[in-house]
C-alpha cells in the first residue's frame, strides 16, 4: 500500500507532533545537521538526523535536499567535487538504510513563483505563477543556459553517480522542472515533459534511475496524470510522489487545495494501487488558511493537516481500511 510522508525539519518542532497525531510515521527529510567541520551530507550528521527521527516514532524514507550542484548542472569547472559530495552523500545514505534520494536538475533557480500570496479559496493564500510578466526580465547571472547544457551535464552526472548509487542500494528520483516550462529567464529547462523523463529513464537503463512524480508539474506536462503513473509505474520508475494539484496551463497556473484542481486525485490513488507503487507520498505544497503564517509559502501547517486528511480518505476508498501501517 502507498504510504503517506510528511516533509519535516532536521530538529523537532511543533509540525513533528503534529503529524504524528494525524498518523503520519514517515519522513522525508533534509540532510543532517552539521557541527564544527561536518557537511551535512556526512555520515555522522546524517546519523544524528536519522535517530532523532527514529527516536520520536518516525522512518525517514526519502531525503530530498542536496549538496551544492550548479557547477556540476551547467558543467562548470568544480563540477567533479560537487558530484564527489554527491556521491558521500549517497553512499551514507545507503549505510544508514535510507533508501531513496530525491534531486533535481533545475539550474541558477529552483522552483519559481511569480506570486507567493494570491488569494485562493475563502482568501486562503497560494503561490502562482504567470509567465507574461517575465518576458522583460533580464538574465540571470548564468547568461544563457542551453537544454543541450544540460542534457550534457545530466549525462556526466549520470555516468558518476549511478555505479555508487548501485552499489549504495539508493535509488534516484528525479523531480521535475517547476514550473516545466523551457526557458525562464534564459536558463533552459529539461524535465519538463513526459517525453524527457522517459529519455533520462533510457539514457540509463539501471534499477536506480527513476522518477519523483510530483503531480502538480506532470498535470501540467499531460492530459492523463493517470495514464502517466501507469505508464511510468509498469516500467517500476516511480520511486516517490508529490500529491498535490494546480489549476492553469503552464506558463499560467496557480497552485489549490488538493480537493479543487484540475486533477481527478481519486484517479490518481487507483493509479498507484494499479501499479502496486508501496513507497511513500507527501502531500507536497498547500495553501496558507487563515490563522496560520505565509512565512514559508505553500508549507504552512494548517494546510498540510488538510492535505493529508484528504489522501487518508482517498487511500481507504481505494485500498479499503487498512490496519496501523
Known amino acids: 500500500m502507498i504510504k503517506i510522508a510528511e516533509v519535516l525539519p532536521a530538529t523537532p518542532t511543533p509540525l513533528w507532533k503534529m503529524v504524528k ?74 549505510k544508514l538504510g535510507i533508501p531513496v534520494w530525491c534531486y533535481e536538475w533545475m539550474s541558477t533557480f529552483n522552483w519559481m513563483r511569480t506570486s507567493i500570496a494570491q488569494p485562493g479559496r475563502g482568501g486562503a493564500l497560494v503561490t502562482a505563477y504567470d509567465n507574461s510578466l517575465l518576458k522583460d526580465a533580464p538574465l540571470t547571472e548564468a547568461g544563457i543556459v542551453t ?19 548501485e552499489k549504495a542500494g539508493v535509488k534516484l528520483a528525479m523531480h521535475p522542472d517547476d514550473p516545466p516550462l523551457s526557458p525562464i529567464r534564459g536558463v533552459g529547462r529539461i524535465m519538463r515533459s513526459v517525453d524527457n523523463f522517459q529519455r533520462l529513464l533510457d539514457m540509463y537503463p539501471s534499477p536506480v534511475n527513476g522518477i519523483a512524480l510530483c503531480q502538480g508539474n506532470f498535470t501540467l506536462m499531460t492530459d492523463d496524470l493517470p495514464g502517466t ?3 511510468f509505474g509498469r516500467q517500476g520508475k516511480i520511486f516517490f510522489a508529490h500529491f498535490r494539484d494546480v489549476r492553469g496551463t503552464p506558463e499560467k497556473f496557480e497552485e489549490t487545495f488538493h480537493d479543487e484542481g484540475k486533477t481527478d486525485m481519486l484517479a490518481c490513488m487507483q493509479a498507484y494501487k494499479d501499479i502496486g507503487f508501496e513507497g511513500v507520498l507527501r502531500p507536497d505544497h498547500v495553501p496558507t488558511m487563515e490563522g496560520d503564517s505565509n512565512d514559508n509559502p505553500a508549507y504552512s501547517s494548517i494546510g498540510r493537516l488538510f492535505a493529508i486528511g484528504y489522501i487518508k480518505g ?5 485500498y479499503g481500511k487498512q490496519p496501523e501501517e
Open 314 to 318: 482517498l487511500r481507504e476508498a481505494v
Open 147 to 165: 537544454e543541450e547544457q544540460l542534457w550534457d551535464s545530466l549525462d556526466y552526472f549520470l555516468k558518476r553517480v549511478i555505479p555508487v548509487a
Open 229 to 231: 503513473i501507469r505508464h
Open 21 to 94: 497525531q494525524v498518523g503520519v510515521k514517515y519522513v522525508v527529510a533534509p540532510m543532517g545537521v552539521a557541527h564544527a567541520a561536518e557537511r551535512p551530507w556526512d555520515y555522522l550528521p546524517l546519523l544524528r538526523m536519522k535517530q532523532a527521527f527514529e527516536d520520536n516514532g518516525f522512518t525517514v524514507a526519502v531525503i530530498e535536499s542536496r549538496p551544492p550542484l550548479e557547477k556540476a548542472k551547467r558543467g562548470l569547472p568544480g563540477r567533479d567535487e560537487e558530484i564527489d559530495a554527491a556521491c558521500v552523500l549517497i553512499e551514507n545514505m545507503g
